[in-house]
């Protein structure tokens, strides 16, 4: 048996408040599920993306020449509350 497989019937052994208590901690132990975490490498990545500049570039130009065409979002946007 893998130590995955056992990892996997561990948590399947555990009570709900357990599973609980886990899915908080993982992070700590597995730090890819830290979404902010991905994000700061994401965003601190310097690998150039020519792409993507020259697409924020040109969304802000047109920013600075029509920023009614950029309306301020909400959480109504998202389909929830903000």
Do not use: F, S
């Given at each position: 048996m893998s130590t995955v497989q056992?990892?996997?019937e561990a948590i399947q052994k555990l009570s709900p408040a357990e599973r609980?208590?886990?899915?908080?901690e993982l992070p700590l132990f597995?730090?890819?599920l830290n979404g902010d975490a991905v994000w700061e490498r994401i965003i601190g990545d310097p690998c150039p993306?020519?792409?993507?500049t020259s697409l924020v570039d040109g969304l802000d130009a047109e920013y600075q020449t029509n920023p009614q065409a950029f309306p301020e979002m909400t959480g109504d946007d998202f389909g929830r509350e903000a």
């Open positions: 056992e990892i996997t609980e208590k886990l899915a908080e597995l730090p890819e993306r020519p792409a993507l």
